[in-house]
């Protein structure tokens, strides 16, 4: 979509190895998250932030870490992948007005082998 | 616990042909209630938003109501197009500080000519 883009697309990793995904947004909106995907689950939410530098965890943030040090640059570790940690990954925004506009990113999938 | 349920998991339908998505959900405090279409290998792009006090909400084919009381939300599309086929989710937000998103596992629709 439009003003939020991530990347990579597509990463294939091994056990073990440490992942940075990136998400970049150019709406200057405070909100930024990262979700993800999973078969037979909802997106659901692991981390995320409400301004530079300030960030909180989400429902399943165990072995991922964020960091915000740009308005527009929102990224996402895998400390050390795991297979567990295979899913499509997705980053949003919220924009003004109430209720709040969710703009998602069109996500990327990553595979730990 | 907070859960948000749909139904049917998936649907097939012809072309032309018209169908109504359910969502139950069990979400506590309320604050509004969102659909989104999800076309494969893309992000979820929201169709509407609805609050508390309102009972239904249209974007061009897309019709969505909502009744607080029973906690019940349906989606019907009208005149399906091939391009309705997509994963069809359901949201509730619990309006809290960090306007949490409790998402649906979604309705997988496939239209056929």
């Known amino acids: 979509d439009a003003g939020i883009t991530q990347s990579p697309r597509h990463k294939v990793t091994e056990t073990g190895t440490p992942v940075t995904l990136r998400c970049h947004q150019t709406e200057n909106h405070r909100y930024m998250y990262w979700y993800r995907q999973d078969p037979g689950h909802g997106l659901r939410l692991i981390h995320y932030?409400?301004?530079?530098?300030?960030?909180d965890k989400g429902e399943v943030s165990d072995g991922y870490s964020v960091s915000r040090s740009k308005t527009e640059d929102f990224l996402l570790t895998l400390e050390s992948a795991t297979s567990s940690q295979t899913s499509v990954y997705f980053c949003?925004?919220?924009?003004?007005?109430?209720?709040?506009?969710?703009?998602f990113g069109s996500g990327t999938r990553l595979t730990v082998v | 616990k907070n859960q948000v349920e749909q139904s049917p998991q998936s649907l097939i339908i012809l072309e032309g042909k018209n169908c109504t998505l359910q969502c139950n959900y069990t979400v506590s405090p309320f604050s509004n209630l969102r659909w989104y279409k999800q076309d494969t290998g893309r992000g979820p792009v929201s169709l509407t938003i609805?609050?508390?006090?309102?009972n239904t909400k249209s974007n061009g084919r897309y019709t969505a109501t909502l009744d607080a009381d029973t906690k019940q939300s349906s989606l019907h599309i009208t005149a399906s197009q091939l391009s309705d086929s997509a994963s069809y989710i359901c949201v509730v937000s619990d309006g809290g500080a960090t306007n949490k998103l409790i998402f649906g596992t979604g309705t997988l629709l496939a239209v056929q000519p």
């Open positions: 609805m609050t508390f006090s309102e």
């Open positions: 932030s409400y301004g530079v530098k300030d960030t």
């Open positions: 949003a925004i919220t924009g003004t007005g109430s209720p709040f506009g969710y703009t």
